[in-house]
């Protein structure tokens, strides 16, 4: 275990490295820092005299070697914009992309799972079918749109009346669908303090109902992909030779399914779920522009426009750690539910 938490430590570095490098090269094709700090009447003398203050003019070695001397303090530098450290404006929007994600993570993980094993049991029933189609829709939708539907539906409301209304049923969901401003689709409402930058939408029912658009709209951009991935790791351990044995010998087929079955149909499943949970990280950026969410994929947007290239640099390093931590958490998990797995990489 420590051989192997020794040797991902290593592989961390050099991926921060590759990342640090990468970040910090792109940094001259995204903009002007200076033309969006002064104003467009400011003589060139002065603008020179600032760009010579804030060392843009130096050479890329002295840049980046002078950046990464401050990163392993965790010093990325001053936002251009908000004059203030860098990371203090990431930590301040943190808190907001990694509710919206776990809040996504949660709904994919209680829906895909019973989706995900029922449509591998009986294939052939009409809720299956209905699951996979609905499933292929859902890869074939972006995520925008897919959020301006849901704002469409169920914040702004719609006129006409998609059920039977001479139905009990059919009158109620008419009803919540023609509804004029029933759920929040903007901003974050208001969260309550936790401690220091960290305020949440979990300790509140209204907290809750303005994350529930944005994390469904988040949500469906894994959701099929796990659905169809539980479902074809299940039928494929299904065929295998343990589950007929275990047939043979009369044990329930409830307790083959969910004890056997699935806890082998869970291994694969937990390598991609670590990767895309960090993609979901980046996908934030386009729900929390439709949303509005102030979280850091808003903020990294708005550092785009204004070219604020710390604050650019920092956004990446930071997800780029956040998906290289989820990965090595995910490689221990892996470890776990399967004993025969070596995490040295030496044979059993």
């Known amino acids: 275990m420590i051989a192997f938490l020794i040797k991902r430590l290593f592989h961390a570095l050099l991926v921060m490295f590759v990342i640090s490098v990468i970040a910090f090269a792109i940094q001259d094709n995204l903009g002007d820092p200076i033309q969006q700090m002064v104003g467009q009447s400011v003589p060139e ?14 050479p890329f070695p002295v840049q980046y070697l002078r950046f990464a001397s401050n990163a392993l303090h965790f010093d990325f530098g001053y936002s251009y914009v908000f004059n203030e450290p860098t990371t203090e404006v990431v930590l301040r929007h943190l808190p907001a992309t990694l509710e919206l ?20 049991i009986r294939p052939r029933a009409w809720l299956s079918r209905f699951f996979m189609g609905v499933s292929i829709i859902g890869i074939s939708i972006p995520v925008f749109l897919t959020a301006i539907v849901l704002i469409q539906i169920f914040a702004i409301g719609v006129s006409w009346s998609p059920f039977p209304a ?10 919540i669908l023609s ?11 208001n969260p ?22 944005p994390a469904i709209s ?14 074809a790791e299940m039928q494929e351990v299904l065929q295998s030779e343990y589950i007929k044995f275990a047939r043979a010998k009369g044990i329930p087929m409830r307790r083959i399914y969910f004890l056997h ?12 779920g670590g990767v895309q949970i960090g993609t979901l990280v980046a996908y934030t950026i386009l729900t929390e522009t439709v949303f509005q969410w102030p979280g850091m994929g808003l903020m990294f947007l708005d550092a785009i426009q204004r070219s604020d290239i710390p604050l650019i640099v920092t956004y990446l390093m930071i997800v780029g750690l956040i998906f290289v931590i989820t990965n090595t958490i995910v490689d221990l998990i892996y470890g776990l539910v399967n004993p025969t797995v070596k995490l040295t990489g030496k044979p059993a």
């Open 45 to 58: 003398s002065e603008r020179e005299a600032l760009r010579e203050q804030l060392g843009l003019n130096d």
């Open 101 to 120: 994600v776990f809040a996504a993570s949660i709904l994919i993980i209680v829906l895909s799972v019973p989706i995900g094993v029922y449509s591998a």
């Open 166 to 175: 001479d139905t009990g049923w059919g009158a109620t969901l008419n009803g």
């Open 179 to 189: 509804t004029d401003g029933g759920m929040p689709a903007y901003g974050r409402g």
């Open 192 to 213: 309550t303090h936790v401690f220091g930058t960290w305020y949440t939408n979990f300790s509140s029912l209204d907290g809750l109902i303005y994350l529930v658009l």
């Open 218 to 231: 988040l949500a469906s951009i894994m959701l099929p992909l796990f659905i169809r991935l539980i479902r």
């Open 261 to 272: 079955a699935l806890k082998n149909t869970m291994l694969p499943v937990i390598t991609v």
